[in-house]
Nanobody, 121 residues
Framework: QVQLVESGGGSVQPEGSLRLSCTLS????????MAWFRQRPGGAREGVAA????????YYVDSVKGRFIISRDNAKNTLYLDMNSLKPEDTAMYYC???????????????WGQGTQVTVS
């Protein structure tokens, strides 16, 4: 079993920056593709960014390309999302997710965090 805990959310003005963190605990011995999702009020959950177990092949949804950077520090079992030039439409609950896989191509995510709120206004 794996547990994920997000942190770093908050309120920020447009064009501001935030860094989200997600710490993985439990059975950390395997390879995990990890990702960030978000859900706006009244909206569907959306994949924002993903990264392979070794930190390669980052994926970004078009709306955040050039503004967000996903990274991970496997020594610390931590995933990051650096969010820059934030816009009001980035306001959402952000969730960390993990799947026991080296790559992030296809498949569902098995483990989810509780989420951290990001508000841009």
């Amino acid at each position: 079993q794996v547990q994920l805990v997000e942190s770093g959310g908050g309120s920020v003005q447009p064009e501001g920056s935030l860094r989200l963190s997600c710490t993985l605990s439990g059975d950390t011995s395997g390879d995990y593709c990890m990702a960030w999702f978000r859900q706006r009020p009244g909206g569907a959950r959306e994949g924002v960014a993903a990264i392979s177990s070794v930190g390669h092949d980052p994926y970004y949804v078009d709306s955040v390309k050039g503004r967000f950077i996903i990274s991970r520090d496997n020594a610390k079992n931590t995933l990051y999302l650096d969010m820059n030039s934030l816009k009001p439409e980035d306001t959402a609950m952000y969730y960390c997710a993990a799947r026991p896989s080296i790559t992030c191509r296809g498949g569902d995510f098995d483990y989810w965090g509780q989420g951290t709120q990001v508000t841009v206004s």
